[in-house]
């Protein structure tokens, strides 16, 4: 368990809690290590536990009607999923998560996460606000794909992940594409535009320094 202490003391939920509530959150966790390729759970699992990244990476995505996979987020070092389905014991996951390299994982069950909740409110507090931010982030990219073209789609997701000048993708442009419901060749077609724009300078595959913003 060394070393995954630290990893559950950064996630929001539990960063606010003091020495004594964090080893009482340690205690609740299990490790787990999981391959590239290999699923923590798919769509139709019956899941009630919160996952934790301590290593590695993690893809969330859903399947369309039309069997296409539309990715949600890409998790890192101290995100989390699979709070939807601690609270309602009839639930079954409706996405999948695959390790995208080989991960270390934090999981806490249901019953210990409603246990935490009890004992220390902020945590339950700290998951409301997460759900809501969360929400408001699909809502957001909900109408980003009804009313903007990939142009001004790929334009906002640079505003939102550009640090000091520079724009470093933390996925694939083939997850990216997926992501911003677009095809691939449509995602590469729009980065060169944007520079023989003048917006964007390509430093590697996955770097660039951003022009104009």
């Known amino acids: 368990m060394k070393g995954y202490e630290l990893c559950v003391s950064k996630v929001p939920l539990f960063q606010n809690l003091d020495t004594e509530a964090l ?10 290590k999981v391959r590239k390729g290999d699923y923590l759970f ?15 990476k993690v893809r969330i995505y859903r399947l ?15 995100d989390f999923t699979g ?4 609270f309602n014991a009839s639930d079954s996951a409706n996405t ?16 210990s996460i409603h246990q935490l909740m009890t004992d220390y409110p902020e945590i339950g507090i700290k998951m409301i606000e997460g759900l809501a931010e969360r929400l408001n982030q699909s809502e957001t990219m909900t109408t980003q794909i009804a009313l903007m073209s990939s142009k001004e789609r790929l334009l ?54 951003v022009l104009k913003n």
Request: with cysteine; aromatic share 6%.
């Open 64 to 78: 369309t009607d039309e069997g296409d996979e539309q990715l949600i987020r890409i998790l890192e070092h101290s």
């Open 83 to 86: 709070e939807l389905t601690l």
């Open 96 to 111: 999948y998560a695959e390790a995208l390299e080989d991960s270390d994982v934090c999981t806490i069950n249901q019953s």
């Open 23 to 32: 080893e009482h959150v340690f205690s609740k966790v299990h490790a787990t």
């Open 156 to 209: 906002e997701y640079i505003q939102l992940e550009t640090t000091d000048g520079l724009l470093k993708l933390s996925m694939t442009k083939k997850n990216l594409a997926t992501y911003l419901s677009m095809q691939p060749e449509t995602l590469n077609r729009t980065f060169k535009q944007l520079e023989q724009e003048g917006i964007l300078d390509k430093i590697n595959h996955n770097t660039y320094k």
């Open 42 to 56: 798919m769509a139709g699992d019956d899941v009630h536990t919160l996952f934790v990244i301590h290593s590695g």
